[in-house]
């Protein structure tokens, strides 16, 4: 038990090293550190301050645009070994199946905590050195829990990489197959959803004083997507995707992680549900992806 | 000449047809319809609500605002028909073989690239088609036409 363990370490290093040095992942993390430093830094030109609603566009980017991320992660992560014929060389040594796929999520997931490192401590770090917000412990312990958030978010979608790339036939396809269910579950996810309640319920959303049975089917079925229930505690909307409608109903609490009009406690009690799906989601998508793996045919 | 191209048009319906049939081409032809039908479907709910603003007709500016939506996303259809056209050949180690046969580099090319345009019009015409034809059925009979 202990040698498998350190076996899946080393397997794990691996993956992190050739990982970071390859310049598609380096294109990926600078694109992305990019487009977060410019929004962040337009956001707090904009003079609003993080902890008072002012993290919106910056929750927005991240939410759409990280999951690519993950997804450029995981890709490749089994598909890529057995199309070089190297898983089955590799599993002459005395090592098995479940070592090396533990060891390629480990090593995947350190990978993933180091670019939502960097992107949090640029896009928080750049709202606040821009807009001179003094910031406190409570504030920072916000700001970690936002982190922790974020990473069980792209969590998922790594996951879901893995998942593909244990399927696929080639790298290419599990890219796109990854790209393809980036776009549906989280682009446009919204858009799709109130297209399916207005044409379910037949009404539109846009008669004002006639879209209840619209409005509550769109929350019930933007529920199946993991973008709403980072939304949901991270900035207290329900949706974040692209032309989504997003309308908070109801007595509305607090507004997200970063209102520090709220306690912590407030928080949790209000989204300990959303919180739930954000971790058990990718424990679930990691235990498939295992046992998955463990009993398809390799060879090919 | 001509033979040179007959091969490129053979070469282009083997590239059409292998693109066809391949379970990643469909599913982004899935995604791509869904996307342009979803925003095709809002911008017609708006035009119903809004009502007639620009002298048009209402179905015109449902149609004008898929315009931005196509823009954004047909990149992505290109990109992905094209990308792997030439180096899956080489990997595959089949363009060597295609040389050996009477064909010359430029038909190959040529073909590749008449397949995947005739695909790429197939996906937009498919889109396109599905979304107007939605808009035609769903909106058109509650739009009122504008006086003019």
Known sequence: MRKNFENALVIAQKEFADRLLSPRFIALLLICTIILFSFSYRAGMGGRNIFEKGFLDVAQIIALFLPMIGIAIGFDAIVKERKLSSLNVLLTHPVFRDTVIAGKLLGSMATLALVVGISVVVSVGTILVVTGVQVTAPELSRVLIFMILTFLYISTFLGIGVLVSIFSKSTTDSLIYGIVIWINLVIVFSAIVIMVASIATGQSYLELDDNQHVLDLNIKLQRFSPIHHYAETVTGHPSLSWGGVSVVRGNVGSSGIFDTGHTLEQWLWEYWTNLAVLIVTPIILFIVSIIIFLRRDITM | ?148
Not at chain 2, 1 to 30: C, G, H, T, Y
């Open chain 2, 1 to 148: 000449m001509r033979r040179s191209f007959k091969n490129s048009i053979a070469i282009a319906q083997k590239e059409f047809a292998d693109n066809l049939w391949s379970p990643v081409f469909l599913a982004l032809l899935v995604t791509f319809t869904l996307i342009v039908f979803t925003f095709s479907y809002r911008n017609g709910l708006t035009a119903e609500h809004i009502g007639p603003q620009t002298g048009n007709t209402l179905l015109m500016d449902g149609f004008a605002g898929i315009v931005r939506t196509m823009g954004r996303f047909s990149p992505l259809i290109g990109i992905a028909l094209g990308f792997d056209a030439v180096i899956k050949e080489r990997t595959s180690g089949s363009l060597n073989v295609l040389l050996t046969h009477p064909v010359f580099r430029d038909n190959i090319i040529l073909g590749k690239i008449l397949g995947s345009m005739t695909t790429l019009a197939l996906v937009i015409v498919i889109s396109t088609t599905i979304s107007a034809g939605m808009l035609l059925l769903v909106f058109a009979p509650k739009i009122p036409m504008p006086s003019r």
